[in-house]
T-cell receptor, first 113, second 114 residues
Framework: NAGVTQTPKFRVLKTGQSMTLLCAQD?????MYWYRQDPGMGLRLIHYSVGEGTTAKGEVPDGYNVSRLKKQNFLLGLESAAPSQTSVYFCASSYRLAVYEQFFGPGTRLTVL | DAKTTQPNSMESNEEEPVHLPCNHSTISGTDYIHWYRQLPSQGPEYVIHGLTSNVNNRMASLAIAEDRKSSTLILHRATLRDAAVYYC???????????????FGQGTILTVHP
């Protein structure tokens, strides 16, 4: 099993450009999450999904959109990137119940100039 | 969301036990206590979790106070590879609108000396 994979690993954008981050999991997990981590801070939840075709807002959703067309994939989009979105983005997935742990991807380091 | 309080940093020597404390005085009856750690330049990884009873796994032990208002992660013999940020997180087991999300605080930076 590959677990949780993220594409790309690094990206540099100019202000106003758009991009999509891809997260894929091969564990048949129902739940998927997108977090961002700024330097010296813990992770903050951007959006999450509890199943194929469903998405919901987390703590810091502004400036981001998500889609989950297939159970194994969760896409995070930035329509018009801003320097404040410079961060490391982590995707995670888990089974539904709280007794189960979340599995995290390796992260995408995004810089917006 | 119920919050947790952890020391900002702790230090240990290699091959010695480490006790990482966490206070969660507002924990609800359905909250699971989860511990994750984040090695430098990596995503968080699961360490252990529990509800009421103490738990052991190959990585660590989790000691939960009888009133559940605090817990301690125990690394029995620290190695250099255990140097990481350790997060104590409460995960709602009741479902509802929280959908099992993890709320990360600042965590405890563990330094392990050779």
């Amino acid at each position: 099993n590959a677990g949780v994979t993220q594409t790309p690993k690094f990206r540099v954008l100019k202000t106003g450009q758009s991009m999509t981050l891809l997260c894929a999991q091969d564990m048949n997990h129902e739940y998927m999450y997108w977090y961002r981590q700024d330097p010296g801070m813990g992770l903050r939840l951007i959006h999450y999904s509890v199943g194929e075709g469903t998405t919901a807002k987390g703590e810091v959703p502004d400036g981001y959109n998500v889609s989950r067309l297939k159970k194994q994939n969760f896409l995070l989009g930035l329509e018009s990137a801003a320097p404040s979105q410079t961060s490391v983005y982590f995707c995670a997935s888990s089974y539904r119940l709280a007794v189960y742990e979340q599995f995290f991807g390796p992260g995408t380091r995004l810089t917006v100039l | 969301d119920a919050k947790t309080t952890q020391p900002n940093s702790m230090e240990s020597n290699e091959e010695e036990p480490v006790h990482l404390p966490c206070n969660h005085s507002t924990i609800s009856g359905t909250d699971y206590i989860h511990w994750y750690r984040q090695l430098p330049s990596q995503g968080p990884e699961y360490v252990i979790h529990g509800l009421t009873s103490n738990v052991n796994n190959r990585m660590a032990s989790l000691a939960i106070a009888e009133d559940r208002k605090s817990s301690t992660l125990i690394l029995h013999r620290a190695t250099l590879r255990d140097a990481a940020v350790y997060y104590c997180i409460l995960r709602d087991g009741a479902g509802g609108t929280s959908y099992g999300k993890l709320t990360f605080g600042q965590g405890t930076i563990l330094t392990v000396h050779p």
